[in-house]
C-alpha cells in the first residue's frame, strides 16, 4: 500500500509521523490535517496491533543474590519473551522517547520514586495499559484492529486545510 506524501521529502515525512504517533499514543488525542491523520492512523494501528500480539510474552525465572546480610535470597523475575523483546524493540524504533513529566501536586521524591524503574515510559504505557485494553476488546467484538478514530474538524482558518482529531478508540 502506497503512503502519502503530504507535500514534505522522505526524512521530514517519516519524523513529522513518527512525531505525531507519539503524540497519539503518549496523550490519546490530537489534532492535524486529514491527511496527516489517515497516515497516522494506519502507523498507530500497525504499533498497537504488534503490541496486542505479543503483550502476555513473558518468562518467569527465579534467581538467587545475596542480600547486604549475606543471605541467599530467591528473587522471582519476569523478563520479556523473545517475540515480546523484539516487538519492543521495532515499537522504540518507530516512536520517540517522550519523559514522564512530574504532576502539579507532585513532590520530587514522589516522582522520583514513580518513575525510578521506568526507562521507556510510552513503550511500557503501550504494553501494560493500551495493549491489554485493545486485547480484551478484540476478544469481545470477535475483531481486531480499528484502535483510531478520525473525525474530521472543518476547515482550518488561514489555508482553509481540512483538519481532523485523532484519538484512541
Do not use: C
Request: proline share 3%.
Amino acid at each position: 500500500m502506497e503512503q502519502r506524501k503530504l507535500g514534505r521529502p522522505t526524512d521530514q515525512r517519516d519524523a513529522l509521523l513518527t512525531n505525531q504517533v507519539t503524540e497519539l499514543l503518549w496523550h490519546g488525542k490530537i489534532e492535524t490535517t486529514y491527511a496527516r491523520a489517515k497516515e497516522v492512523s494506519r502507523m498507530a494501528d500497525k504499533i498497537l496491533t504488534l503490541a496486542v500480539n505479543t503483550y502476555t510474552d513473558t518468562v518467569k525465572k527465579i534467581e538467587t543474590r545475596k542480600n547486604k546480610k549475606g543471605q541467599d535470597v530467591k528473587i522471582e523475575l519476569v523478563n520479556d519473551g523473545k517475540d515480546k523483546l523484539a516487538a519492543r524493540r521495532r515499537i522504540m524504533g518507530k516512536v520517540y522517547d517522550p519523559q514522564e513529566q512530574r504532576k502539579a501536586d507532585e513532590t520530587k521524591a514522589s516522582f522520583r520514586g514513580r518513575t525510578e524503574h521506568i526507562k521507556h515510559p510510552l513503550i511500557e504505557k503501550i504494553f501494560n495499559e493500551l495493549a491489554p485494553k485493545y486485547d480484551k476488546r478484540n476478544k469481545q467484538n470477535g475483531q481486531g484492529g480499528g484502535y483510531t478514530r478520525v473525525l474530521k474538524a472543518g476547515p482550518r482558518r488561514g489555508d482553509n486545510a481540512e483538519m481532523a482529531v485523532i484519538e484512541l478508540v
